[in-house]
């Protein structure tokens, strides 16, 4: 577990977990301290619009959970809460993820669902890639 949460704890290593096609670039220098009131600022290109996007760490609990939000972006809201579970044999990671858009549920429909729900795949994809196979309790929520 200790592994895992550290791995998600150096904002460093977000890009392994973000599509390649996001284009997306750290631009607070690294490393970055972890903690509750960091910001964080970032470049991206969605459907080939450049997006600045600036997070901050509003609730850090080393080894269990954190949680970013968004600051400036693209999002009316964002919330991110990263959940770190031990099993006996391995370590339950969880996405929640909460968020509004701007133009409401048919912008999201159309566009932005599609969108979180692929970068999310590849994420999860990702994490298999890096850590393995995941704990028969691991499940997708819409």
């Known amino acids: 577990m200790d592994e895992v949460f550290e791995f998600f704890s ?3 290593n977000l890009g392994a977990l973000t599509p390649p096609w996001v284009e997306f670039q750290i631009l607070t220098p690294v490393p970055i301290p ?3 009131g960091a ?9 080939g619009l450049p997006i600045r996007w600036r ?3 509003t609730e850090w609990e080393p080894g269990h959970r954190f949680v970013d939000e968004q600051r400036r972006g ?3 809201m964002w919330v991110h809460e990263h959940l770190f579970e031990q099993h006996a044999d391995g370590t339950l990671m969880r996405d929640l993820v909460r968020y509004a858009v701007p133009g409401g549920e048919f912008i999201h429909r159309l566009f932005v669902r599609r ?3 692929r970068i999310f795949d590849f994420r999860r994809a990702r994490m298999l890639e890096i850590f393995g196979q995941p704990h ?3 499940q997708l929520a819409g």
């Open 10 to 12: 150096n904002a460093g």
């Open 34 to 36: 972890m903690r509750a």
């Open 39 to 47: 910001l964080i600022d970032y470049r991206l290109r969605i459907h």
């Open 55 to 57: 997070t901050e760490i």
């Open 74 to 76: 693209p999002y009316r």
């Open 115 to 117: 969108d979180v729900e």
């Open 136 to 138: 028969p309790a691991a």
